[in-house]
């Protein structure tokens, strides 16, 4: 059981908007920075989003972070076919003394 | 750009051992904390370990702590990690990566990983 709380999937249309939730606790979220990994089929995961709200060089502008007391959230814009993936938030934890992932959301382009 | 690769996995029985090594090159590797995360088949990201660039500080995930040794050797731009009483559990795929912001940063680069199973 992971630490961190998503949804196991989500979905949408191409060019819809959809939302991935994280939830976590005092000593994770509620007190670190979250970050977002993306995971193609069959590929090593990538970073996504970092510092809660960051997009690294080349990571398209329709990903966007947001963080909120113990929760977090991914938004993807203009969703497209090539984002269909695994998509996984994580961040350290005061009370575990290492780092903690989320299980994970399929997302599904229809 | 920061290149990591990893090697040292493949089929091991229970109960015995194997070390992981992870070859960077592209960037400063003694300023940069390195860890090691899984992911077992059809699962999941598992974080395994993490150890400071100068190598002084080291974390592990309750599910390998006595078991792995997460080490490095700057001279050599390599990080490694020594599994020893392994499981059937311990079968994943294994990622090194670089983190920013030492050991409790993020993992901006990430390996190809390599596979380790662990069956009799």
């Given at each position: 059981q992971s630490v961190l709380t998503q949804p196991p999937s989500a979905s949408g249309t191409p060019g819809q908007r959809v939302t991935i939730s994280c939830s976590g606790s005092s000593s994770n979220i509620g007190s670190n920075p979250v970050n977002w990994y993306q995971q193609l089929p069959g590929t090593a995961p990538k970073l996504l989003i970092y510092s809660n709200n960051q997009r690294p060089s080349g990571v398209p502008d329709r990903f966007s972070g947001s963080k909120s007391g113990t929760s977090a959230s991914l938004a993807i814009s203009g969703l497209q076919s090539e984002d269909e993936a695994d998509y996984y938030c994580a961040a350290w934890d005061d009370s575990l003394n290492g780092h903690v992932f989320g299980s994970g959301t399929t997302v599904t382009v229809l | 750009e920061a290149q990591l690769l990893e090697s040292g996995g493949g089929l091991v029985q229970p109960g015995g051992s194997l070390r992981l090594s992870c070859a960077a090159s592209g960037f400063t590797f003694s300023s940069y904390a390195m860890s090691w995360v899984r992911q077992a088949p059809g699962k999941g990201l598992e974080w395994v370990s993490v150890i400071r660039g100068t190598g002084g500080s080291t974390y592990y995930a309750d599910s390998v702590k006595g078991r792995f040794t997460i080490s490095r050797d700057n001279s050599k731009n390599t990080l490694y990690l020594q599994m020893n009483s392994?499981?059937?559990?311990?079968?994943a795929v294994y990622y090194c990566a670089k983190v920013y912001y030492d050991t409790s940063g993020y993992f901006g680069y990430w390996g190809q990983g390599t596979l380790v199973t662990v069956s009799s």
């Open positions: - | 392994l499981r059937a559990e311990d079968t």
